[in-house]
């Protein structure tokens, strides 16, 4: 069975599942600039802490949803360490074992963008678990105005990341029945992993050639389309995009107020 990353769990039928796709993707798009714009762990704090008390309202677990992508959660904390132990050594020592010098500095860098790290990925997450990528194509065609050739292709990438996953599966299973993983030696299991990953990239081309192939046969991109949905917006949709922008001022603000406004050009 495939694995589908937008397969539609329990988060789809909540109340943030029922918002319109284009409106979920501006949401996160309006957040990300926003998170990107500065580099100071206060805003990030108060700008994650107001999305997990959204995702509360709109219906959604948030850590729950963190628990589901476990290994981006694990690859965010790695990346606030290690940006904690090669910023710069300014302020006082916090730990320092061998090669191992975190000061205070240095620590409020790595915390930085670890919580903006979370705080960038909680609105994608949500994006992904609730919304049909059909949905979305039909919001990016009809009011995004943006070029059939362009959506329909996304759409087919998307509709796609499930397989690659059942590829990469599939492919693990066949070499260890051929005994090729089942050392115990490091270098082994790294050429191992490096053919596996080449022959799913083989894999992909392949199917995206075919994909690009029948599309284009089918007359997919000739002249003007019409769709058979037509995007519907609520007083939800506005509600939404209104939270988001609010969360963000008042992550502002309030580190404003505090004094830790930074942003990245300073």
Known sequence: MALDLFALGPAHRSRAGKLNAGTKLLATFLLSIGLLLI??????????AL?????????????ALLARF???LIGTLLTGWSTSLIADKTGETVLQVGFIWI?????AVGISLMVRGLALILPSLLLITTTDPTHLGDSLAQTAKLP???VLAAL???RLLGLMFSEWHTLGQARRARGLGASDSLLRRVRTLAGQTFALLVQAIRRGTRLAVTMEARGF????????RVPVYSRDDSTFLLCCLGTLIIGYVTSSLAGTLTWVWQ
């Open 70 to 72: 476990w290994p981006l």
């Open 221 to 228: 991109c000739a002249g003007p389309r019409t769709w058979a």
């Open 51 to 63: 999305e997990l008390a959204l995702l509360k309202v709109w219906g959604v677990q948030p850590f």
């Open 39 to 48: 580099k100071d762990w206060g805003t990030a704090l108060v700008v994650f």
């Open 148 to 150: 059939a050739r362009f």
């Open 156 to 158: 087919a990438a998307l």
């Open 103 to 107: 000061t205070i500095d240095s620590l």
